[in-house]
C-alpha cells in the first residue's frame, strides 16, 4: 500500500551532503519578500511521494519562498565549473540555486530538490542570487512541456512569486522555483576537480555518480570508462530528440549539461515556430555558436571537455574512441525518432534520404514543423487530408514531389492506414510551448493573474490529446511572436 506524505515528512537522505565540503558550501536560502504560490505540480508532487492534500499554498510558499527551512533537508551551493561559450570560467557554481536534498520514494527512486533563486551564495560572483518571474515561469513550462513530449528533462514542483524586485531588462519581480530532478551533476562538475588537479576528489565524484546513477556498471572493468560509454549514448539520443522536435536549447555550455543527459537549466530556449537550422534562440549569442544545426556537434565539443575531465581515470585512446562513434550514435537516433514521426514503423536504406531531403524542404519553405508532422498524421488517401498537409507550406508545390515519395513509402509498411494514424499521433504534438504562448503567461503573470501559467501547465502535460479549448494554441502563432527577443537575462 503507498504512504503519502506531508511535506514536513518527506523520506529526505542527502547523499551529496555527505560528500566532503570541497564538494559544495553550506549555504542557507534568504527569503522573498511577499512569497506567494503561484503553482503547484501534483505530478511531481506524486514522484515525491508527497501528498496533496497536505499542502497548503502557504506552507509552500514558506518553505519554498525561503522563509522556513525543510525539515530534513540540508542546503548546499554546489561547486562546479565549466565551458561557457568555448571558453574556461573557473568561477562557477550554484550561484543562485541551493541543493536542498534528496527525496528516496517508495518506488526506490531518489529525486533532487533544487531551489532556484534561493539568494546570493559563495559562488554568485557578480549576481544578486535571484531569479526573475519571467525566466522561471519559463523554466517551469519548459520542464513540463519536455515531460510532455518524452524527452528527458528536469522539472518542478512549484513556482513561489514574491514582493521583491530586481534589475534585469528593467525592474522584474523575483521568484523562486523548486527543480526536481534525479540529477543535478553537471559535467562541469568534473571539469573542476580536474582543472584543479584534485585527481582524488575527481574519482571520488565518479564512484559517487556510479554508486548513484550507474550501479550496474560498478563491477565493469573500468567503470568510469563504462559510465563514460553511457552517457555518450544517452547524450546522443537526447540531442537527437531536440533535432527531431525543432528544440533549441539556447546555451549548450558544459555547466548546463547534465550527466544523465536531461535537458538541463532553460534559460533562452525555443521551440522553433517555423524550421530554420541556422535559428539563434539567444540574442546574446553572436557567434552563433549554440545555433539549432549547431547543437548535435555542440554536445560533441561538451562531450570531449567531460572526457578531457576524466583523463585522470580513463586512457586516452579509449576515450577517443568512444568520441568516434558519436556520430554514428546520433544519426542513428534522429533518423529513428524522425521514422516515429513519420510512421515507418520498419527501417529502410532509402529512409535516411528521404528524412534529409524534407530537413531540405522544411528549412527552405520554414515550415512549422509541428503544424506539419500533426496534419501528416492524418493523411488517409483523401482530398481533404492532403489539402491540410499542403495548407502548412508556404508554398505547398514544393513538397509534392517528396508526399509522392513519402506515400510510396508508406506503401511499404505492413500496418494499416488506421492503426499508423494512432502512432503517429502519439508521437507527433499537437501542442507546442511556443515562445509566444510562455510570453503570454508571463505578460498575465506580471499583471497578478497566474492562470495561463496553470492552463499551460495542463496543457502541456498532454500534447498528444485534443484538448478542447485550447484550440487556438495549435494555430499559426500571431505576428508578434517573431518580435521576441530572448537573452540570458534571467
Ligand atoms: P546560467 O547562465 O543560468 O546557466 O548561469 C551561469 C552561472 O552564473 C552559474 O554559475 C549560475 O549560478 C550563475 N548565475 C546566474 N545568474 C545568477 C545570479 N542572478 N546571481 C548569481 N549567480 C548567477
Ligand atoms: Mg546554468
Not at 548546499?76 to 570560467?89: E, P, S, W
Not at 530586481?166 to 562541469?188: D, K, N, Y
Request: net charge negative.
Amino acid at each position: 500500500m503507498s504512504v503519502l506524505r506531508s511535506l514536513e515528512n518527506l523520506n529526505f537522505d542527502n547523499s551529496f551532503a555527505r560528500l566532503p565540503e570541497r564538494f559544495y558550501q553550506i549555504t542557507k536560502p534568504q527569503p522573498l519578500k511577499g512569497a506567494h504560490l503561484i503553482s503547484f505540480n501534483a505530478e511531481v508532487a506524486a514522484l515525491l511521494d508527497l501528498d496533496p492534500c497536505t499542502v497548503t499554498p502557504e506552507v509552500l510558499a514558506q518553505y519554498f519562498g525561503g522563509q522556513a527551512p525543510l525539515p530534513g533537508s540540508e542546503p548546499l551551493a554546489m561547486k562546479y565549473t565549466g565551458h561557457q561559450f568555448g571558453v574556461y570560467n573557473p568561477d562557477l557554481g550554484d550561484g543562485r540555486g541551493l541543493l536542498l536534498g534528496e527525496v528516496l520514494n517508495q518506488a526506490g527512486e531518489r529525486w533532487d530538490l533544487h531551489l532556484k533563486g534561493a539568494g546570493k551564495t559563495a559562488f554568485s560572483r557578480f549576481g544578486d542570487g535571484r531569479a526573475v518571474l519571467r525566466s522561471s515561469i519559463r523554466e517551469y513550462l519548459a520542464g513540463e512541456a519536455m515531460q510532455g513530449l518524452g524527452i528527458p528533462t528536469t522539472r518542478a514542483l512549484c513556482l513561489i512569486g514574491s514582493d521583491d524586485y530586481t534589475m534585469r531588462e528593467g525592474m522584474e519581480p523575483c521568484a523562486m522555483l523548486l527543480r526536481v530532478s534525479r540529477c543535478h551533476i553537471r559535467f562541469g562538475h568534473f571539469e573542476y576537480f580536474y582543472y584543479h588537479r584534485m585527481h582524488d576528489e575527481l574519482r571520488q565524484l565518479a564512484d559517487y555518480c556510479i554508486e548513484r546513477y550507474f550501479p550496474h556498471l560498478a563491477g565493469d572493468e573500468n567503470p568510469y570508462r563504462s559510465m563514460y560509454r553511457q552517457v555518450l549514448h544517452s547524450t546522443a539520443d537526447l540531442v537527437a530528440r531536440w533535432q527531431a522536435y525543432g528544440f533549441v536549447h539556447g546555451v549548450l555550455n558544459t555547466d548546463n549539461m547534465s550527466l544523465l543527459s536531461e535537458t538541463f537549466d532553460y534559460g533562452p530556449y525555443s521551440f522553433m515556430d517555423g524550421y530554420q537550422t541556422d535559428y539563434v534562440s539567444n540574442q546574446n549569442d553572436h557567434q552563433k555558436r549554440y545555433a539549432f544545426k549547431a547543437q548535435p556537434g555542440v554536445v560533441l565539443w561538451n562531450l570531449a571537455c567531460l572526457g578531457q575531465a576524466l583523463l585522470p581515470l580513463v586512457d586516452r585512446a579509449d576515450l577517443e574512441a568512444q568520441l568516434e562513434c558519436f556520430g554514428g550514435l546520433y544519426e542513428a537516433a534522429e533518423l529513428a525518432h524522425y521514422r516515429a514521426r513519420l510512421g515507418l514503423f520498419q527501417a529502410h536504406d532509402e529512409d535516411a534520404a528521404l528524412v534529409s531531403a524534407l530537413k531540405l524542404l522544411m528549412a527552405e519553405q520554414r515550415v512549422d514543423m509541428t503544424r506539419f508532422f500533426r496534419a501528416l498524421c492524418r493523411l488517409n488517401g483523401s482530398d481533404a487530408a492532403l489539402e491540410a498537409v499542403l495548407a502548412v507550406w508556404p508554398e505547398p508545390a514544393k513538397v509534392t514531389d517528396w508526399l509522392l515519395q513519402y506515400q510510396a513509402r508508406l506503401g511499404r509498411e505492413k500496418i494499416d492506414a488506421a492503426q499508423r494514424q494512432v502512432r503517429m499521433l502519439a508521437v507527433n504534438p499537437k501542442y507546442i510551448l511556443r515562445n509566444y504562448m510562455a510570453e503570454e503567461a508571463i505578460r498575465a503573470a506580471h499583471q497578478g493573474d497566474f492562470e495561463p501559467v496553470n492552463d499551460l501547465m495542463t496543457l502541456l502535460r498532454d500534447p498528444f490529446a485534443e484538448q478542447p479549448g485550447f484550440e487556438r494554441f495549435a494555430g499559426q502563432p500571431p505576428g508578434w511572436a517573431e518580435s521576441i527577443c530572448l537573452t540570458c537575462s534571467s
